[in-house]
């Protein structure tokens, strides 16, 4: 069964860091330009950033730019996203999902990790 697991989510104070992981069951995602996404309650599923498959070349929602990166480890067939300057409004479920170009339909999809950033 091909699919994808995050990792990494949990309670952070504002202004506090989160590392998120992201890694493939089934297959390797080193092929594959890898996406976070992030959905709080009540809201819609928002695009946070997007890796390519080698790493050269990524995007980030206007809301996170400064404050989150993206990187990926293909050697430990991994993608990370490094959430710093934590805020209330950064809680949600965050998705990583697999695409082989940023910007086209995502092909694989993880079952999410909670954040919540909250005193």
């Known amino acids: 069964q091909l699919q994808l697991v995050e990792s990494g989510g949990g309670l952070v104070q504002p202004g506090g860091s989160l590392r998120l992981a992201c890694a493939a069951s089934g297959f390797t995602l080193d092929y594959y330009a890898i996406g976070w996404f992030r959905q709080a309650p009540g809201k819609e599923r928002e695009g946070v950033s997007c890796i390519s498959s080698s790493g050269g070349s990524t995007n980030y929602a206007d809301s996170v730019k400064g404050r989150f990166t993206i990187s990926r480890d293909n050697a430990k067939h991994t993608v990370y996203l490094q959430m710093n300057s934590l805020k209330p409004e950064d809680t949600a479920v965050y998705y990583c999902?697999?695409?082989?170009?940023?910007?086209?339909?995502?092909?694989?999809w993880g079952q999410g990790t909670q954040v919540t950033v909250s005193s």
């Open positions: 999902a697999a695409v082989t170009t940023c910007g086209l339909p995502y092909d694989y």
